[in-house]
């Protein structure tokens, strides 16, 4: 058995401000840098633990802050999904735009926001990289990255849970533990 660590990144002022954002390199605010100092050692991790980001500034700060300067990979697959034309607005200033009506009712998730990306291409490259590591490495794996990102790897993991891509989206520096048997999630835990 080995697991899978999903962690979402901490504040940022794309979060406060409640604006789309994905391909932006924010930091994190003060709050964020101190919710990671006040979680710091709080995760129970075995001594076999590998540890990874999505490269983003934000998932970079938040692995430091919550674990010191340690080695670690960049899986830029598991980062956030490009808004395009959407990216650094809130709702309020995307509500009236045609292309964000249309992204909105879309259920397919093959709408692909102009400049951006559409949900089915974000979800599949996350899906592949999950894969790839279950299929092929050994390790325990710490991974620091994105809302969207995680509720797309527990919606293909799990997906007769019940619960939608939203409801799997995690609380800044929290997420999931994914327990695999082999290549195949077998269960998971919130962290």
Same mark, same amino acid.
């Given at each position: 058995?080995?697991?899978?660590?999903?962690?979402?990144?901490?504040? &940022? @002022? *794309?979060?406060?401000?409640?604006?789309?954002?994905?391909? &932006?390199?924010?930091?994190?605010? @003060?709050?964020?840098? /101190?919710?990671?100092?006040?979680?710091?050692?709080?995760?129970?991790?075995? @001594?076999?633990?590998?540890?990874?980001?999505?490269?983003?500034?934000?998932?970079?700060?938040?692995?430091?802050?919550?674990? *010191?300067?340690?080695?670690?990979?960049?899986?830029? $697959?598991?980062? $956030?999904? $490009?808004?395009? $034309?959407?990216?650094?607005k809130s709702y309020d200033q995307?509500?009236?735009l045609p292309s964000y009506q249309?992204?909105?009712?879309? &259920?397919?998730?093959?709408?692909?926001?102009?400049?951006?990306?559409?949900?089915? @291409?974000?979800?599949?490259?996350?899906?592949?990289?999950?894969?790839?590591? /279950?299929?092929?490495?050994?390790?325990n794996l710490f991974v620091v990255?994105?809302?969207?990102?995680?509720?797309? /790897?527990?919606?293909?993991?799990?997906?007769?849970?019940?619960?939608?891509?939203?409801?799997?989206?995690?609380?800044?520096?929290?997420?999931?533990?994914?327990?695999?048997?082999?290549?195949?999630? /077998?269960?998971?835990?919130?962290?």
């Amino acid at each position: 058995m080995k697991t899978l660590y999903l962690i979402r990144h901490s504040i &940022t @002022e *794309g979060n406060v401000r409640r604006l789309y954002y994905g391909a &932006t390199d924010l930091p994190l605010t @003060e709050s964020g840098r /101190a919710l990671c100092r006040t979680l710091r050692g709080s995760y129970d991790l075995p @001594e076999n633990v590998s540890f990874a980001t999505s490269g983003m500034l934000r998932a970079e700060e938040t692995l430091k802050l919550l674990f *010191g300067d340690i080695p670690h990979e960049i899986l830029r $697959e598991m980062r $956030e999904m $490009e808004m395009g $034309e959407f990216e650094m607005k809130s709702y309020d200033q995307l509500k009236d735009l045609p292309s964000y009506q249309a992204w909105l009712s879309d &259920t397919s998730g093959n709408y692909k926001i102009p400049g951006g990306e559409s949900s089915r @291409e974000v979800a599949d490259r996350v899906s592949r990289c999950v894969r790839h590591w /279950a299929e092929n490495r050994q390790d325990n794996l710490f991974v620091v990255c994105h809302g969207g990102a995680i509720g797309c /790897a527990m919606s293909a993991c799990f997906p007769d849970s019940g619960k939608t891509f939203f409801d799997w989206i995690p609380q800044s520096c929290h997420g999931y533990a994914i327990d695999f048997e082999g290549a195949r999630p /077998a269960s998971y835990r919130a962290i």
